[in-house]
């Protein structure tokens, strides 16, 4: 396992529930990321934080929020899902602010199942 | 047209055969390189990671890149059982911003 931990692993739920995904590093890193990643696509970016600040916001619905109180967790605040959100939410982390190039780390994955 | 291109496969080989995965990209600013290895249930791990045109070689695995082309390849020597996974292509052309081709389903039969 990678230093990136992800929490639930597997979620189902309704379109009216509430649920909140979270993600934890213990790279010493300073950004962090929420990636989607559906069947036979590409993984989407969804959310940047660095140094806990949001940098990036790829016109993700509002029924996604994130949540990012320290550089070392980020959550995924979920509400009012539609059936086509269900997917694999990815976490990552990762260095900035150096020379560039660093790469990314990746967490488990929380499989979401939207009935 | 995508910015980065890769073949979704599946890919099927015998094992000890030679593999090889490629991407292909369209955008020129796209400055480093990375491949990664995702096993079903797993999120995607960092296999290989290049920044300049050329080979880099780490065990069985060499990512070839390039930038001329805009092609990146990994290779697999003497494939394994245990090689079977999903391979992601990867591109960094800023600090933060990643694109990622669909991934290859590679299986590798004893």
């Known amino acids: 396992e990678t230093g990136v931990t992800q929490t639930p692993r597997h979620l189902v739920m309704g379109m009216t529930n509430k649920k909140s995904l979270k993600c934890e590093q213990h790279?010493?890193?300073?950004?962090m990321y929420w990636y989607k990643q559906s069947a036979k696509k590409p993984l989407e970016l969804m959310f940047v934080?660095?140094?806990?600040?949001?940098?990036e916001n790829n016109s993700v619905p509002s029924r996604f929020s994130p949540e990012c109180p320290n550089s070392s967790h980020l959550f995924l605040h979920l509400h009012t899902l539609q059936p086509e959100d269900s997917a694999l939410y990815l976490c990552?982390?990762?260095?900035?602010?150096?020379?560039?190039?660093?790469?990314?780390?990746f967490g488990p994955g929380t499989r979401l199942l939207v009935l | 047209q995508k910015e980065v291109e890769q073949d979704p496969g599946p890919l099927s080989v015998p094992e000890g055969a030679i593999v090889s995965l490629n991407c292909t990209y369209s955008?020129?600013?796209?400055?480093?390189f990375m491949w990664y290895r995702q096993y079903s249930r797993k999120g995607p791990e960092l296999l290989m990671y290049t920044y300049s045109s050329g080979n880099k070689e780490d065990g069985r695995f060499t990512a070839q890149v390039d930038k001329s082309s805009k092609y990146i390849s990994l290779f697999i020597r003497d494939s394994q059982p245990s090689d079977s996974a999903t391979y992601l292509c990867?591109?960094?052309?800023?600090?933060?911003?990643?694109?990622f081709g669909a991934g290859t389903r590679l299986t590798v039969k004893p």
């Open positions: 955008n020129s600013a796209f400055q480093y």
């Open positions: 934080y660095n140094f806990k600040e949001q940098t």
């Open positions: 990867a591109m960094l052309y800023n600090n933060n911003d990643m694109r």
């Open positions: 790279l010493g890193h300073n950004a």
């Open positions: 990552a982390s990762g260095k900035t602010g150096g020379a560039g190039g660093e790469t990314q780390y």
